[in-house]
């Protein structure tokens, strides 16, 4: 017996086939690695910011300013979500990158921004309105670059601290004006030179307890005063009750 092999030849047809099969693979795990993932990345990192945002908006309390900015804010990351859906060009890393900064941003402006409305002082509200209005300028415009975001962003989280020392400051100054009518004019001079050097300082700290030390001493000498006039009010009492008894 005899073994016999036989060669069969396939058809060309199929040869180029499977060539062609296997070069249309090549290129679409191409393009999923350099467009197709990248894109469905951008869109998930773009589509993360919308439920943060959203619950800002619902907040209660908005008022028309503070709504508006986050609308306006929410349309401008549903158009960035389209482009980057679409594959446009300019909406890239960087896009959603600068979108991210500024939605936290808005979010910051606008908390902050209740804060400040809620503050008694009117010079206080004055003065940190102007620097929020300024601030909501540069987030309003589509032409800040993400380096100008990032500045405003730390500006809005540094801006709590300096709300809170400034309304610290309007109530010392309140304090002291309220405890130098208590004074004579020498005692008056030294406590305003002494407070107004604290706050000079930013020893707001210094200033209150300044103040307290103050305003315990004048609290002693009321009562004292109280209890001098009540003893001479017994004694003319008693004087006027020997009177009608004798």
């Known amino acids: 017996e005899k073994t016999v092999t036989l060669y069969v030849r396939s058809h060309r047809a199929w040869a180029c086939t499977i060539i062609a099969l296997g070069v249309l693979v090549s290129w679409l795990l191409k393009w999923w690695a350099s467009k197709g993932r990248p894109r469905l990345e951008l869109e998930e990192r773009a589509s993360r910011l919308q439920p943060d945002l959203a619950a800002t908006l619902r907040a209660e309390g908005l008022d028309e300013e503070e709504r508006g900015l986050g609308k306006e804010t929410e349309r401008r990351l549903a158009l960035l979500l389209s482009a980057v859906s679409q594959g446009a060009d300019d909406a890239n890393a960087e896009a959603v ?4 900064v500024l939605v936290s941003a808005v979010r910051n402006w606008i908390a902050i921004r209740r804060s400040v409305r809620a503050v008694p002082s009117d ?7 102007e620097k929020l209005r300024l601030i909501r300028e540069g987030l309003s415009n589509d032409a800040t670059k993400i380096v100008r975001a990032k500045e405003l962003e730390a500006e809005l989280q540094g801006m709590p601290s300096l709300l809170s020392a400034a309304v610290r400051r309007e109530a010392i100054r309140a304090q002291l004006d309220a405890a130098i009518k208590e004074l004579d004019a020498a005692r008056a001079q030294a406590l305003r030179t002494d407070v107004q050097a604290l706050l000079t300082l930013g020893d707001l700290s210094g200033a209150e307890g300044r103040l307290s030390r103050v305003q315990d001493d004048i609290l002693t000498e009321q009562a004292a005063k109280r209890a001098k ?3 001479v009010m017994g004694e003319g009492e008693g004087v006027a009750k020997r009177r009608s008894i004798s």
Do not use: C, Q
């Open 123 to 129: 010079v206080v509200r004055r003065d940190f309105s």
């Open 97 to 100: 990158d600068r979108m991210a």
């Open 229 to 231: 006039a009540g003893s």
